[in-house]
């Protein structure tokens, strides 16, 4: 049966260019023996687009799991926060001064205007890493039934992430395993952030080596690289 390496992105598949070099590599030879790779990224279609060009890839999960795409780049499944409960966050937090930047994602894009039918995130930039742990625990206090919330830490700010409750990195790996017929201990995901605990908490999945204490906490399984997981596999 095949089996399917599902990677983060930034710290992970991406971490130096002799990295990344030797990463395609291991995953053209994995691909050519049969099995799966997928992206699994906090990142929009049009951010992460760029950089996807010489991966090999069989799907990419983008927004956190809340747009899959297939090989081709169509979008297959989108999971979307209601018009109305993001129009009702963004009028809680409007009045934060600690908030440099409000940003809206639909299923394609970034710094889309207004909300949409087709809202899949929101990010609110911070430069508190306090003050932005304190405000992802309220959404996901106060809006618990719809939304989830992720602090990203970035060079220069602290990024709350939010995204529907009804999908994550790990959800939207279960539904590419539904359309491939593929079992769960088939499944190996890897990642070094908050937002890769689910699929390695639903997987029994990977760490890299130089993670965020949540991943630590979700696994003692850790890689230096991507190639080096998948070396493991063979």
Known sequence: ???????????????????????????????NNGNLFVIATGRSYLEIKPVLYPIPFDYLIV???????????????????PKNIGIEILEAVKSKENIERII??????????????ELT???????????????????????????????????????????????????AIEKILKIENISDNEVYPIGDGSNDVEMILK???????ISEEAVYKATNKLCNSVAELIETLN
């Open 63 to 81: 927004n956190h799991g809340s747009v899959i795409l297939d090989k081709n780049e169509k979008v297959i499944d989108a999971c979307l926060i």
């Open 104 to 117: 809206l994602f639909d299923m394609m894009k970034r710094d889309i205007e207004d909300v949409s039918n």
């Open 203 to 209: 997987y029994n999945g990977y760490g890299m080596k």
């Open 1 to 31: 049966m095949s089996k399917i390496v599902i990677s983060d992105y930034d710290g992970t598949l991406d971490t130096s260019e002799n990295d990344i070099a030797k990463n395609i590599e291991a995953i053209q030879k994995f691909r």
């Open 121 to 171: 995130k929101i990010m609110l930039m911070m430069k508190e890493e306090k003050a932005a742990r304190i405000l992802s625990q309220m959404i996901n206090e106060n809006w618990k039934e719809t939304v989830k919330s992720y602090v990203i830490t970035t060079e220069e700010y602290y990024l709350v992430e939010i995204i529907s409750i009804k999908t994550d990195k790990g959800q």
